[in-house]
T-cell receptor, first 117, second 114 residues
Framework: KAGVTQTPRYLIKTRGQQVTLSCSPI?????VSWYQQTPGQGLQFLFE???????NKGNFPGRFSGRQFSNSRSEMNVSTLELGDSALYLC????????????????FGPGTRLTVL | QKEVEQDPGPLSVPEGAIVSLNCTYS??????FMWYRQYSRKGPELLMY????GNKEDGRFTAQVDKSSKYISLFIRDSQPSDSATYLC??????????????FGDGTTLTVKP
């Protein structure tokens, strides 16, 4: 079974530009979460989508947005890029996304390395 | 103050050593406790998860959770050079309000020297 794929793997942008990152979850997974990883702040939750609906959101400004398509593929967009947006953006998929009586494992993709100049 | 604090490291140990990695947390709503391993230029990979207080063993790895102290640990026995990576603790709560969200520690970089 193919893992989570993210495109592109590397991206260089300049301040003020916008960027769109793509994530294809594992087949059958309906939940997609996005995380930002930086040396200073570690791994931080951005948002989660399930059945094309955003169910949960982290503490990031409105410049960060996302969406999910009917095939569960997801995109995230960052507008008006700032230097501090340079990071590894990770996508994780899981069957359901919620944790209740049984644990719902998240599988991570390799990430997109975004550099803002 | 962060909800999850992880011993920062880095750690450097000789091959065969026992490694102890530790995290503390402040949010009592956390119900699941995970340990991930992340190699350079890769995404995190789940090693183990635990739900209740106590120990869980998987091969050379043992995860320990003490909910009363809000403290979790990962022990690696007979460490190997291939264990060299960054180890991340993570925690999550129940239900849709916590949908798809894990809260991570900052990671501990481990180097196992042959």
């Amino acid at each position: 079974k193919a893992g989570v794929t993210q495109t592109p793997r590397y991206l260089i942008k300049t301040r003020g530009q916008q960027v769109t990152l793509s994530c294809s979850p594992i087949s059958g997974h309906r939940s997609v979460s996005w995380y930002q990883q930086t040396p200073g702040q570690g791994l931080q939750f951005l948002f989660e989508y399930f059945s094309e609906t955003q169910r949960n959101k982290g503490n990031f400004p409105g410049r960060f947005s996302g969406r999910q398509f009917s095939n569960s593929r997801s995109e995230m967009n960052v507008s008006t890029l700032e230097l501090g947006d340079s990071a590894l953006y990770l996508c994780a998929s899981s069957l359901r996304g919620t944790s209740g009586a049984s644990y719902n494992e998240q599988f991570f993709g390799p990430g997109t390395r975004l550099t803002v100049l | 103050q962060k909800e999850v604090e992880q011993d920062p490291g880095p750690l450097s140990v000789p091959e065969g050593a026992i490694v102890s990695l530790n995290c503390t947390y402040s949010n009592s709503a956390f119900q699941y406790f995970m340990w991930y391993r992340q190699y350079s230029r890769k995404g995190p990979e789940l090693l183990m998860y635990t739900y209740s207080s106590g120990n869980k063993e998987d091969g050379r790895f043992t995860a320990q959770v003490d909910k009363s102290s809000k403290y979790i640990s990962l022990f690696i026995r007979d460490s190997q050079p291939s264990d060299s990576a960054t180890y991340l603790c993570a925690m999550s709560g129940w239900g849709d309000t916590n949908a798809g969200k894990s809260t991570f520690g900052d990671g501990t970089t481990l180097t196992v020297k042959p």
